[in-house]
């Protein structure tokens, strides 16, 4: 089976052998022991890859089935399970499992069998495994089960290696010698030992053990404070003939640590990825001068570790020269500057061009390089001219400016120019100041991470106070700037550092102004403090602080840190919720979106349930449908669908605000007596705000509804004679006044006057929700709509049902009234307000011929903004922003506001204004 | 012990009968794993048993035991049905006996043995460790 011969042989023929394969391999089982010699051709040749091809699983091989287990039991458990199958056998009684399987994956064990009652005796009194959690293998996932990678690597001795895990994670270490055949390793390391400790009080010293890491520095007996004297002594390693300090339980021979350790757990050889650096074989070096100046060393005695270390650096350095040298001798090759064995680099010359590969050496003018493109995967290197070759710098990747005038300077790479007359260069766009700078690329590395930390990273600080957290806003050679939880930057050395939180960060939520849950990746607009009126994404938060990112910004990396209740939810998520709401809301024919509006309102509000079965009972809305509200009853475990109408709200989440007034009670008694159409007026108040709001959006048809109620309607008479008498003449006159116009009513008092605003907005369409509810509790608006067959009017209901205006007092003009806006006069006369008195009459320019007059809010009402005007916000969540109308979608219109956001907004809150220019 | 069990054949299955004969690992600590065919036991056990699947590797002395062995594995398939299973079929230890295999194998042979092997014919499960 060569590659060739799969390629031509058909598909049939394929499938023929596989067959062949698997029944030979059945009839070979009398033969076994020959037989494998007959299969068996050398090492791994590609033969040997086609044939394990032939291997996957088949419906005829047995079915495995996984198992959750307690991590780290899995070998245990596999061993236990083949010691039961064993046991059995002999008794004769075989289980009739083929294979127990711990692979790689923590948590899980396999067992492969036939039948599936095998398997569950097989685990039946396995402890540390779950049964319920059996699951059966797909056919196709076989094989992954089986994939291991090589975890665990031998060391040799002398071999450089780094500690995995504990006290000393990450550090470099020297294997001094091996024992059990290679399973344990005796290293010799820096110590990191913390002097200070003996003499701190327990609790203090059990919180500095595990916040603080002490720096590496060699052990030196004369940093002992006295009380450590105690736990000094001179004794041998265990296996070695030398004399070390023992101290706390370790072994210190020439100030350095010789621990035991198990390799692959404790351990790891130090790879071509993350060689000894510089900087670390310095550390475990700088021991030679240290100790001649105490212990009268001679350069004989010199530690073995530390000569090694030693030798390595020169080696290191050496090449580095080399390296610098061939580049000087070669001043052509001026693109090629900088090389470090191990860069990523491009072939720019020659039969190769184009070609990447990572330099291996550097010898004189030529360098070696280990091609990374597969179609080379054979060839193991190529040698170029240093001239030949240029470092590889990939657009988009994150590097450090190691030197020049931006040295230190992180960033991302927006641009890789070779044209330019500076050689080859890259644009990089910096992370602190959002600057672009251009940097030959030779001088830049692909370094962005110090000490495991990165960019924008929420790390703990330690020292003032246990709660300070900042976000990571540069990274420095040796430090970072750090962005605190208070907005104060400051600059933090990397073992000042107490971990990253950024997973906790992703988890959090918060709620911004108006109770919106926020997390991270959300945009937030900011509703007040310096920032006010910006726009940002959330890059971290910390408990009720969040860090903003805004790509604008050049100060802190575009970090900057608000409180999450002065931020408002920005973008999608609100707006979509906002539109489903809308759309729910014309998904009921004429149903206002006025009641949309109050669907939104309705969830968390108190109520009370005003007819059938539940009459009377008080309760919390906790869902809201276009027809029916689900009402969780406050007296009883139980939640209720209630059809709207039959409920009046009374009060907010907090519970019932408004006293229950002297009207709703005869209206309920009323109701009780009466029963029928005539007690209809005082049950659920909504319907009268939806009939009214109707015809504000809708044209001339929507009128009818409401119309016919006014004034005449027998309907609501009844209620009203019975317990509204006082008002009524006042309901009577507003209903008259009511012909959705500016209307002709001169009142001169202020509450009448405001009342026909109401008419008067209402009627012109432009209205702000809250004028019709502004007359407090008369009865404005009392229509009867006929969709609902009922007239249903509660004044309690009246100001909560608007909730979003019940704010706004009933001698407010409405929230439009304000300068530049444009109106329309009661003779059709279009003009701009200019000026506001404070007697609440303002001064109106007349577009046609410029002349002022004087209107009170009544007299006016707002104009129906087109595309492209200057509109102001007068309604809902975005009250007060102003923007450009760029279109009308139905009840819902576009806008760009002064950040060039867009917003959507109901259309009707919409009030035309003098554009700026 | 093949040989013997093949030939009580008919009384109990020959896959049964060799169950039986399985050496387990006895301990948890101290596995090695033997380099050709895979087979985990303790030191101990290579060191009493040698390799059922690999008798040519004479592990008397501990030296031997050492260069034939390996601590470096990874996976382990508890194999009670060579013949049967898939899982056998596809680490290639189906011709060997029921025990508990290495799923991979980091180590190499000294050039002798490993000469000595491929003059046998034979192949061998440990790889080099990945560079």
């Known amino acids: 089976w060569g590659l060739d011969d799969l390629e031509t042989a058909s598909a049939a023929d394929i499938a023929r052998d596989i067959e062949e394969r698997h029944h030979s391999e059945i009839n070979r089982w009398d033969r076994q022991r020959g037989r494998e010699e007959e299969r068996v051709v050398g090492g791994q040749s590609s033969i040997a890859e086609v044939s394990q091809q032939s291997l996957v699983p088949s419906v005829s091989d047995p079915s495995l089935w996984m198992f959750g287990v307690t991590p780290g039991k899995e070998q245990e458990l596999v061993f236990q399970i083949m010691n039961k199958c064993v046991a059995l056998a002999r008794t004769g009684k075989p289980l009739g499992i083929t294979a127990a399987i711990a692979a790689q994956s923590k948590g899980r064990i396999y067992i492969e069998s036939y039948s599936e009652p095998a398997v569950l005796e097989a685990i039946r009194g396995v402890r540390n495994l779950m049964g319920y959690t059996m699951r059966v293998v797909p056919i196709n996932d076989m094989t992954t089960v089986m994939n291991v990678t090589p975890s665990k690597k031998p060391v040799r001795k002398n071999d450089w290696v780094r500690m995995t895990r504990g006290h000393y994670k990450g550090d470099l270490a020297l294997v001094k010698n091996l024992k059990d055949s290679g399973l344990c390793a005796v290293i010799q390391c820096v110590p990191r030992i913390d002097f200070t400790l003996a003499d701190l009080p327990p609790e203090e010293r059990r919180n500095r053990q595990r916040t603080i890491r002490p720096p590496q520095k060699f052990f030196n007996q004369s940093e002992m404070t006295p009380s450590q004297r105690h736990s000094y002594s001179r004794s041998k390693f265990p296996g070695t003939t030398e004399q070390c300090d023992y101290f706390e339980g370790n072994y210190y021979l020439d100030g350095y640590l010789i621990k035991e350790v198990t390799v692959g757990t404790m351990i790891k050889a130090c790879t071509d990825e993350e060689p000894p650096t510089l900087d670390e074989l310095q550390r475990f070096t700088q021991r030679n001068k240290a100790q001649r100046e105490y212990d009268d060393v001679g350069d004989d005695d010199e530690n073995e570790g530390s000569k090694a270390a030693a030798s390595l650096l020169d080696r290191l350095s050496a090449l580095q020269k080399r390296t610098g040298l061939a580049l000087n001798k070669d001043e052509t090759a001026a693109s090629s500057a900088g090389l470090i064995i191990g860069d990523v680099v491009e072939v720019i010359e020659g039969d190769l061009v184009g070609m990447r590969g990572k330099l291996i050496s550097v010898d004189g003018t030529t360098v070696k390089i280990k091609p990374m493109s597969a179609d080379l995967g054979l060839t193991s290197e190529v040698e170029f001219l240093a001239s030949q070759v240029r470092k590889h710098i990939a657009e988009g990747a994150h590097v450090k400016v190691i030197d020049g005038h931006y040295a230190n300077e992180t960033g991302t790479v927006v641009a890789v120019d070779s044209s330019s007359s500076g050689g080859h260069t890259a644009i990089v766009l910096t992370d602190l100041t959002h600057k672009e700078i251009s940097v030959r690329v030779a001088i830049s590395t692909g370094r962005d991470k110090l000490a495991g930390y990165e960019l924008h990273d929420l790390v703990v600080l330690s020292g003032g106070g246990n709660n300070e957290v900042g976000v990571i806003v540069r990274v420095g050679r040796e430090e970072f700037s750090v962005v605190n939880n208070h907005g104060i930057v400051r600059d933090v050395r990397p073992e000042e550092l107490r971990g990253k939180r950024n997973l906790a960060s992703q988890r959090a939520m918060a709620l911004d102004v108006q109770g919106n849950q926020i997390k991270c990746g959300d945009s937030v607009s900011i509703a007040e403090g310096p920032h006010k009126g910006k726009t940002a994404s959330i890059k971290r938060m910390s408990r009720s602080m969040l860090f903003l990112y805004h790509q604008a910004r050049t100060e802190n990396a575009g970090i900057f840190v608000v409180r999450s209740r002065s931020c408002v939810l920005a973008g999608n998520r609100r707006s979509h919720e906002k539109r489903v709401v809308a759309g729910g809301g014309m998904g009921r024919g004429r149903g206002p979106p006025r009641g949309g509006k109050s669907d939104d309102g309705m969830i968390g509000k108190t109520v009370r349930v005003q007819s059938g079965a539940w009459k009377g009972y008080l309760g919390v809305v906790t869902d809201a449908t276009p027809t029916h509200v689900q009402v969780e009853l406050h007296s009883r475990l139980k939640k209720v669908m209630v059809v709207r109408e039959r409920v009046a709200v009374i009060g907010d989440k907090f519970g019932a605000t408004e006293p229950r007034m002297k009207g709703e009670t005869e209206s309920l008694s009323s109701s009780t007596n009466g029963g029928g159409v005539a007690s209809t007026p005082f049950l659920g108040g909504q319907t009268p705000m939806h009939g009214a709001a109707t015809p504000m959006h809708d044209s001339a048809g929507a009128f009818t509804p409401s119309h016919p109620s006014t004034g005449t309607d027998d309907v609501w008479r009844p209620g009203g004679s019975i317990d509204r008498a006082p008002v009524e003449e006042e309901d009577e006159r507003s209903d008259v006044a009511n012909p959705w116009g500016p209307s002709g009513n001169d009142d001169d008092d202020d509450s009448s006057f405001l009342t026909s605003t109401t008419a008067d907005t209402a009627g012109g369409g432009w209205a702000t929700s809250s004028s019709p509810d502004s007359s407090s509790n008369t009865w404005t608006t009392s229509t009867s709509s006929p969709q609902y067959g009922t007239t249903k009017t509660e004044p309690q209901n009246r100001s909560s049902l608007s909730d979003d205006h019940a704010s706004s007092s009933s001698l407010q003009p409405p929230v439009w009234f304000v300068d530049r806006v444009y109106v329309t006069t009661k003779s059709s006369q279009t003009g701009v307000i200019r000026e506001i008195h404070s007697d609440k009459s303002a001064s109106v320019e007349l577009l046609d011929d410029k002349s002022r007059i004087t209107v009170r809010p009544g007299e006016v009402s707002m104009v129906a903004p087109k595309e492209h005007d200057m509109v102001l916000v007068t309604g809902g969540a975005d009250v007060g922003v102003e923007g450009e109308l760029v279109c009308i979608d139905g009840t819902d219109a576009i806008l760009k506001d002064g950040n060039d956001d867009f917003k959507i907004v109901e259309f009707f809150h919409l009030a035309k204004i003098e554009s700026d220019s | ?131």
Request: hydrophobic share 35%.
């Open chain 2, 1 to 131: 012990m093949e040989e013997d069990s093949e030939g009580e054949g008919v009384e109990v299955p020959v896959a049964v009968a060799e169950l039986a004969q399985a050496n387990v690992p006895t301990s948890l600590r101290g596995l090695r794993c033997c380099k050709r065919c895979g087979l985990i036991k303790t030191y101990d056990q290579f060191h009493n048993e040698g390799c059922e699947n690999c008798p040519f590797l004479v592990m008397e002395d501990s030296a031997n035991i050492e260069r034939c062995t390996s601590a470096f594995f990874d996976g382990q398939a508890a194999i009670m049905d060579p013949r049967e299973s898939w899982a056998a079929k596809w680490l290639r230890v189906d011709a060997y006996v029921p025990g508990v295999y290495a799923i991979s194998v980091t180590g190499q042979f000294p050039r002798e043995i490993e000469e000595q092997l491929e003059n046998m014919g034979r192949r061998w499960r440990c790889r080099p460790p990945p560079k």
